[in-house]
């Protein structure tokens, strides 16, 4: 948690980008066709830009819960909210520790943890925790760093289509630096493989599992339906 704590003011700088919104935004991929989401659970939320995104993506309607175990990153999640976001009176930020949630069984239609379960120690505790609060039928997205992903071919990938880079030059180099430093810190923290990913989302008690590789081979898509 301290560091966490300690990093909130440079995630929330370097995550402060369209890419990394847009990239938020390929959950829709994963939602099934013609089911409803009303309730959204945001996992490890940092400093609010994934629920944002999320809003985004879902409509203000929709009621997103993210939460963090950071208070800095709480409270950052806050001010943003506050300075930029003050419509999205749908969205709140609570303290939470996610192998043991304060909520009923079935509050969800939707939980979604953006580079999260890598850093959780009991990732098995968690996912059977998401479980239990997620309805019948509801979604598990997750987008974790994956073991086999290479950034000199991302970099490759990425140099194909440089207009779409050029057009946003600042946050095309945030997000480069943030892909970078996400490569430096999974490699201390783990990264996933499709195998584990699959296997850990079964024993937690989800079905229809998927691994699908994104971002160019250096994130994996985990998802699956509780």
């Given at each position: ?5 300690l990093g909130a003011w440079g995630y929330d ?21 013609g089911r409803p989401v009303r309730w959204v ?186």
């Amino acid at each position: 948690m301290r560091v966490f704590d300690l990093g909130a003011w440079g995630y929330d700088t370097m995550t402060r980008q369209v890419w990394w919104s847009n990239q938020v935004g390929t959950v829709e991929t994963f939602l099934p066709v013609g089911r409803p989401v009303r309730w959204v659970l945001d996992l490890g939320c940092g400093p609010g830009g994934s629920a944002f995104a999320l809003a985004d993506l879902l409509g203000a309607d929709v009621e997103i819960t993210g939460i963090d175990i950071s208070e800095r990153m709480l409270e950052r999640a806050r001010i943003r909210q506050a300075a930029l976001h003050p419509e999205l009176t749908s969205v709140r930020f609570l303290h939470a520790d996610a192998t043991q949630l304060d909520f009923p069984d079935d509050s969800f239609d939707l939980a979604v943890g953006h580079s999260f379960l890598y850093l959780v120690p009991d990732r098995l505790g968690v996912l059977r925790e998401v479980r239990r609060v997620l309805a019948p039928g509801g979604t598990l997205v997750c987008m974790e760093p994956r073991a086999a992903g290479s950034l000199l071919k991302a970099s490759a990938h990425a140099l194909r289509r440089p207009r779409r880079w050029l057009g946003h030059p600042v946050q095309s180099g945030m997000f480069a630096m943030s892909m970078a430093l996400w490569r430096v810190s999974s490699g201390i923290a783990g990264r996933m493989t499709p195998e584990l990913g699959t296997r850990l989302l079964q024993e937690g008690g989800f079905h229809d599992v998927r691994a699908v590789p994104t971002l160019a081979g250096l994130g994996l898509h985990l998802a699956g339906t509780a």
